[in-house]
């Protein structure tokens, strides 16, 4: 017999037990199909929809609300979609009221729309928008950060909302609440959240641990932890213990509906591939004038390029410096998408619409890569832990400034993450040719277009010259075989000091 004090114990040892012992029942997360998901989505409901480009959307899920017609929606999506696919499946039927996005160059329908006042557009940093998105999901109702400061995203008056029918503004951005931490600006922005979120992944247990595909988890862990309801799309359905506890990327605490896609069309938007026997440095890109011209701007982009670094190239001229840099000079390469290791285009037969670039070009990687959320890509871009990024550019000026996300009323793109490179890597390195098509000059006095971020540029490549600043300083360091001192003054309004040691590339 136990004594009445080591019965107590055993009792409520029992219960303790008890108390911690796994639920014997699962909640059936499992509908039959993305109509059944998406049906109670109400006109007016706000979105968050992961994706990036076209690569990780819930095709399914977006399908069954085009067809369940919900309209007046605010959808939260790093991208706008294209004409007839993804979101841009939504504006066709006039289902979108209001866009919160980073890109949306490639949806030429949205553009339209934008422009003739019939929906809204909010645009935000790639990075603001991916930790609106994660904070918001954290319970974090608002966050300071230096990206955005010095441009409309901090100072307001960006237009929101054109008077139908009219180039004037209806709605207009409001300022941001500023502050200075150990002597740098910041701006508050506010968190986000939604409704309802959709999102695409690779496998879940029919508990709802969802596991993701390459750099097609992008925006989607982020969206889905901002859903007040989150609905998962997944190309498979398994037993619950069927994977590795550590290998979940989305607890299933998440995730309130999954369903089983089928008929995934998951479109490139940009299919690149490796041709057999063509080297980068021979590729048709690099032929003609206008290829020379690039390949000028490649070279010596390719020269700064030192061992170890850690790199991020914007899309477009940044990328082809890739093809030139020293075979003793190992570096690794990191896309705003999710991915640390990018590697060359790969043959076409391995080919994977899972693995996209920023550029939304089909790659690889290399051995040692990793792929992660947009919100763990940003943080190493703005936490400094990129080296250097080379972007692209429209506009810089004399004491620095960039200018390359927007043509008022007329090229609406989007910043995408180049307010958060420019914020956040150590070194900005502008590649872009040095007049538009020979006329039009793009080295001013000032510039004439909204900035991205004010005198952040640190060294700038044009087919014709390399500028860097030093101590607020324009300095001429090196030019072009193909020009001289007084041709590059005759195409720069910009005023400039030519260093002793002038170089030639």
């Known amino acids: 017999m136990f004594s009445r004090s080591t019965s107590l114990f055993l009792k409520r040892r029992l219960v303790s037990n008890l108390s911690m012992a796994p639920s014997r029942t699962m909640v059936n997360k499992i509908l039959p199909s993305a109509a059944e998901a998406v049906k109670d989505i109400p006109d007016g409901a706000t979105l968050s929809v992961g994706g990036f480009g076209q690569c990780g959307l819930p095709e399914n899920l977006i399908q069954a609300l085009e067809e369940h017609g919900a309209k007046d929606l605010t959808c939260i999506s790093n991208n706008a979609g294209v004409s007839d696919f993804g979101i841009g499946k939504l504006m066709g039927k006039r289902q979108v009221k209001k866009m919160i996005s980073s890109y949306v160059g490639e949806n030429q329908r949205f553009k339209d729309q934008y422009l003739d006042g019939t929906i809204e557009l909010e645009l935000v940093p790639q990075g603001t928008l991916a930790e609106k998105l994660r904070a918001g999901g954290a319970g974090i109702p608002a966050f300071y950060t230096p990206t955005g400061v010095g441009s409309a995203v901090a100072d307001g008056g960006a237009t929101i909302k054109y008077k139908p029918g ?235 400034d960039l200018a390359n996300w927007i043509i008022p009323g007329s090229l609406i793109k989007g910043m995408g993450g180049a307010m958060d490179l420019v914020g956040g890597a150590k070194k900005v390195v502008i590649m872009m040719e040095h007049t538009v098509k020979g006329k039009e000059l793009k080295i001013l006095k000032e510039c004439t277009l909204p900035l991205t971020r004010p005198q952040v540029v640190d060294t700038l490549i044009t087919d014709l010259a390399t500028f860097q600043w030093k101590e607020g300083k324009m300095i001429l360091t090196d030019i072009a075989e193909v020009t001289t001192v007084d041709h590059v003054r005759s195409v720069t309004e910009a005023s400039f000091e030519v260093a002793d040691d002038l170089g030639r590339y």
């Open 166 to 400: 009219t180039k004037e503004a209806e709605i207009l951005s409001e300022p941001k609440e500023e502050r200075i931490f150990k002597g740098r600006k910041y701006i508050l922005e506010e968190s986000l959240t939604a409704d309802f979120a959709l999102v695409k992944a690779w496998k879940a247990d029919k508990a709802g641990n969802v596991i993701f595909n390459k750099s097609a988890r992008n925006f989607n862990a982020d969206c889905a932890k901002a859903g007040k309801i989150c609905i998962v799309e997944v190309e498979e359905i398994v037993e619950i213990d069927s994977f590795d506890p550590d290998h979940v990327h989305l607890p299933h605490i998440y995730v309130q509906r999954l369903i089983k896609g089928d008929n995934y069309v998951k479109p490139i938007e940009i299919l690149t591939y490796s041709n057999p026997g063509e080297t980068g440095a021979s590729s048709s890109i690099f032929q003609g004038e206008a290829g020379e011209r690039r390949k000028r701007i490649a070279m010596k982009a390719a020269s700064l390029i030192q061992d170890g670094m850690y790199i991020n190239l914007g899309i477009g001229i940044p990328t082809l410096a890739t093809n030139f840099i020293a075979p003793d000079v190992h570096v690794t390469f990191q896309s705003e998408n999710g991915i640390l290791g990018l590697g060359e285009f790969p043959p076409k037969d391995k080919v994977d619409a899972d693995l996209i670039n920023a550029g939304k070009q089909s790659v690889s990687v290399v051995p040692g890569a990793s792929f992660f959320t947009s919100s763990d890509s940003f943080a190493m871009i703005r936490g400094g832990h990129v080296d250097i990024t080379f972007l692209g550019g429209m506009q810089v000026a004399e004491n620095g």
